[in-house]
Nanobody
């Protein structure tokens, strides 16, 4: 079992940067495929990026490609999301997610979730 805790959210101006972290408890972090999702007020939760257990990465190209970077540090049981050139439309609660046997873009495939961290981008 793994438990996830996000941190690093906050208020930032347009064009600014934030680095989100997702700390995982347990000794099996290396076995999990990890992902970031986000949910804006009144909208559905959407895929942001995924990094699987061997480091293969995919992004939601329409919205974050070239601005966001996902990474993981297995020695620290932590996943990261570096967000640069932030825009008002990036405002959302950001969630990290984990799954043993799924590494796609649908949230239904992930069975472990953090509590979320708020990111607010002001214009």
């Amino acid at each position: 079992q793994v438990q996830l805790v996000e941190s690093g959210g906050g208020l930032v101006q347009v064009g600014g940067s934030l680095r989100l972290s997702c700390a995982a408890s347990g000794r099996t972090f290396n076995n999990y495929n990890m992902a970031w999702f986000r949910q804006a007020p009144g909208k559905e939760r959407k895929f942001v990026a995924t990094i699987n257990r061997i480091g293969t990465i995919a992004y939601n190209g329409d919205s974050v490609k070239g601005r966001f970077t996902i990474s993981r540090g297995n020695a620290k049981n932590t996943m990261y999301l570096q967000m640069n050139n932030l825009k008002p439309e990036d405002t959302a609660v950001y969630y990290c997610a984990a799954a043993l046997f799924y590494s796609g873009t649908s949230d239904v495939g992930y069975d472990k979730w953090g509590q979320g961290t708020q990111v607010t981008v002001s214009s």
